[in-house]
């Protein structure tokens, strides 16, 4: 099983769709999540931090269920600009004992005009 | 965040070559990552660059084929060595910002190997 787990997609939506994304993670002892946005053939840019309480930045919510170990993110009213892959994060301790990054696989999202 | 360059952008090799990559940030960081992406998949982390002291290698990366040099809190290096196909890949550095887990990465090296 792998450690982050996403629908790889393709999730095609109509422009001012409402889409969500999900992520599973395997190791409970996770301390951090993020949502990363990765244009074609650019780096990963950071979207948004996901806290316990869940968090919201315009039109992106993010919510973090810790008995589940589910991630998710919310797009509303999405853009054509939304169209990306959106990388799920978790930030665990590795084998070494330091935390590093976990990506899962990406979640590609294209709307449609 | 801060600012990250990496040169060279791009660069097509031969077999058996080596490259080095560098990897400068605007601000003094404590962490540094070198992390691959290769094509169609997500990022793996190869090391985690520390300053004054030896690379940590994740499983699977070993210090003879990816020897990474950090000899301050701006700048990094990592060097590909005897180059397979198999190497031809995205790498890309990353930072993580002051007192937080939020990390920050570089525009890529995208290495064909012929």
């Known amino acids: 099983r792998k450690e982050v787990e996403q629908d790889p997609g393709p999730f095609n939506v109509p422009e001012g769709a409402t889409v969500a994304f999900n992520c599973t993670y395997s190791?409970?002892?996770?301390?951090?999540f993020f949502w990363y946005r990765q244009d074609c053939r650019k780096e990963p840019k950071l979207l948004m931090s996901?806290?316990?309480s869940g968090n919201e930045d315009g039109r992106f919510t993010a919510q973090l269920n810790r008995a589940s170990q589910y991630i998710s993110l919310l797009i509303r009213d999405s853009k054509l600009s939304d169209s990306a892959t959106y990388l799920c994060?978790?930030?665990?301790?590795?084998?070494?004992?330091?935390?590093?990054?976990?990506f899962g696989t990406g979640t590609r999202l294209k709307v449609l005009a | 965040s801060a600012v990250i360059s990496q040169k060279p952008s791009r660069d097509i090799c031969q077999r058996g070559t080596s490259l080095t990559i560098q990897c400068q940030v605007d601000?003094?960081?404590?962490?540094m990552f070198w992390y691959r992406q290769q094509p169609g998949q997500s990022l793996t982390l190869i090391a985690t660059?520390?300053?004054?002291?030896?690379?940590?290698?994740e499983s699977g990366f070993v210090i003879d084929k990816f020897p990474i040099s950090r000899p301050n809190l701006t700048f990094s290096t990592l060097t590909v060595s005897n180059m397979s196909p198999e190497d031809s890949s995205i790498y890309l550095c990353?930072?993580?910002?002051?007192?937080?887990?939020?990390?920050?990465f570089g525009p890529g090296t995208r290495l064909t190997v012929t």
């Open positions: 601000s003094q960081v404590t962490m």
């Open positions: 990353s930072v993580r910002g002051q007192g937080s887990y939020e990390q920050y």
């Open positions: 190791n409970s002892a996770s301390q951090s």
């Open positions: 660059a520390n300053q004054g002291s030896e690379a940590t290698y």
């Open positions: 994060v978790v930030n665990a301790k590795g084998a070494s004992g330091t935390y590093k990054y976990i």
């Open positions: 996901v806290y316990s």
